[in-house]
């Protein structure tokens, strides 16, 4: 498959997780990547693509500073000559404290990476996609924006505000062939959610993992770039303005007891 075919894609938070596994993907099928990241990872990242025989650059760039957002999209335009789809997928977690006992300089912090972030690879970044006649633009969120116990109160409520921005955009953005839509995880195995990862193979307890979804496991981060690229791709053509969730089925359903598979209820 070819669906990027020398297209220009913007990747934040490409240093590691889902960002490194849809950059790596976007240059297999043929896209022409911009690597964004605050880390040296994304210097790996770009080599890796290297050693695949695909194009990508690497940036230094902080996802929720507006002008290094801006020295992105206009090093993406430099190097590709214009942009055709953006991946705004650069996030923090914000930690696990309770809202009472949440910084407000940690919440403002998450708000800027998490939501602001969005918002201005949007601002800067739609203009020149539409410059190309059109293209799609896929935001990071979460589960936790869709409701409450998968996040801190600092990271669900951005992500929250990820889903809406994804709607607005895409209302704001009418007329434009420019696509926006959320992509919504759950658990997923990245540099974000390495302890938890590690912890339970440590422990022996990676049967807990993702013990709360249907297919009782969390995810790779290569599951989620696929679900990226769809969105990013022709093949979601008709899909705007939405948040598809990833979750391995955690949030089809209210919390309740389930009979497993096979068993006879009692």
């Known amino acids: ?29 043929g896209g022409h990547v ?5 880390t040296e990872g994304v210097d790996e990242t770009v080599a890796m693509i290297a050693a695949q025989g695909g194009t990508a650059r690497a ?30 997928n650069a996030g923090i ?30 601002k800067h970044g ?9 293209g799609a633009i896929v935001l990071t969120a979460s589960v936790a924006g869709i409701r409450s116990g998968a996040g801190s109160p600092a990271y669900s409520a951005s992500k929250a505000g990820v889903i809406n921005l994804a709607a607005v955009a895409a209302q704001q953005l009418s007329g434009s062939n420019i696509r926006v839509n959320a992509l919504c995880p759950g658990l997923t195995e990245t540099g974000m959610t390495k302890p938890t990862f ?24 290569d599951e989620l770039a696929r679900a990226a ?24 359903s209210h919390p309740v007891t389930r009979q497993e598979y096979g068993q006879t209820a009692v």
């Open 59 to 88: 940036i230094r760039a902080d996802a929720g500073h507006e002008p290094a957002v801006i020295r992105m999209i206009d090093a993406a335009v430099e190097a590709h000559g214009g942009i055709d789809v953006i991946f705004a």
């Open 34 to 38: 911009l690597a964004a990241d605050v």
């Open 229 to 252: 690229l769809f969105l990013a791709s022709d093949d979601a053509s008709y899909v705007n303005g939405q948040a598809l969730a990833v979750d391995g089925g955690l949030s089809s």
């Open 198 to 221: 590690d912890y339970a193979r440590d422990a022996g307890k990676m049967d807990r993992v993702g013990r709360l979804n249907p297919l009782k496991r969390g995810a790779q981060a």
């Open 93 to 122: 977690s914000g930690g696990m404290a309770n809202i009472f006992d949440t910084d407000v300089s940690l919440f403002t912090e998450v708000l800027r990476v998490n939501l602001i972030g969005p918002f201005l690879a949007i």
């Open 126 to 134: 739609a203009p020149r996609i539409a410059e190309r006649g059109g």
């Open 1 to 29: 498959m070819a669906r990027f075919q020398n297209k220009s894609i913007v990747v934040t938070g490409a240093g590691s997780g889902i960002g490194r596994a849809a950059s790596l993907l976007f240059a297999a099928e």
